[in-house]
């Protein structure tokens, strides 16, 4: 929550200044390695809870409609001459 509210969309940098930007906060905070073992393990958790709130909001006939807010950067790519 702190990532997104901070406006950092990139991992390596958030966890790269999260000590100093949140570190008072917290007794300890895991590297960059930890990280992505975490997420690998909460991975079929994640997936289950998307799941289940993809099914659970009926977006067909309402209204109001829950999309995903991750920020895509664009024209970043380079062509090759």
Do not use: K
């Not at 960059?32 to 977006?59: N, S, V």
Request: aromatic residues 8%.
């Amino acid at each position: 929550m702190a990532q997104a509210l901070l406006r950092y969309n990139d991992e390596r940098r958030w966890l790269r200044r999260a000590p100093e930007r949140i570190g008072h906060l917290f007794p300890r905070l895991i590297d960059q390695a930890e990280y992505h073992r975490r997420l690998r393990t909460l991975a079929p958790q994640m997936f289950a809870a998307a799941m289940w709130l993809a099914r659970a909001i009926p977006t067909r006939h309402e209204q109001l409609r829950l999309v995903d807010g991750t920020p895509v950067p664009c024209g970043a790519s380079r062509t090759q001459m």
